[in-house]
């Protein structure tokens, strides 16, 4: 687990821009069971490829026109309870943090994955999730 003070730059990136932090597995389990409409969830993380792709990449996609109606985070290696029950949510893929997940009415309809988003730029993974948006939201 990671110290709060570490993490809290990093976590403000997605929550001082429309995201809900999710702290535990009740929140993130009454989310997902009981969603109406769309919801872009990110895995948040201490990676490089979190602060340089992922983040940056759903901030710039929710200026898109279509967009989900909520949005929330949970940060793996700080949200254990939480991300272990978001990734309840995203199987059947493999544990994968940074990860983004688009769900609609409680289904998952898009998942980038770590090798998703590793190695790529902000702009091409917010072109992804925006298409994904065009076509869900």
């Known amino acids: 687990m990671y ?6 730059p990093m976590s403000k990136e997605l929550t001082e821009n429309g995201f809900t932090g999710l702290k535990t597995s009740n929140e993130v389990k009454d989310v997902i069971e009981n969603m109406n409409g769309t919801a872009l969830l990110v895995i948040n993380s201490v990676c490089g490829c979190a602060a340089a792709n ?26 254990k309870e939480a991300t272990d029950m978001a990734r309840e949510f995203l199987l059947p ?10 769900f609609k009415d409680g289904k998952l309809v898009h998942f980038l994955e770590r090798h998703h988003i590793e190695g790529r730029s902000a702009g091409l993974i917010a072109e992804n999730l925006k298409e994904a948006f065009n076509h869900f939201c």
Request: avoid cysteine; glycine fraction near 4%; proline fraction near 14%.
């Open 3 to 8: 110290p709060a003070e570490l993490v809290a």
């Open 54 to 79: 992922a983040r940056p990449g759903a901030r710039i996609a929710i200026m898109n026109d279509k967009k989900p109606d909520t949005l929330y985070t949970v940060f793996a290696g700080v949200d």
């Open 93 to 102: 893929y493999p544990p994968s943090s940074p990860a983004i997940a688009l």
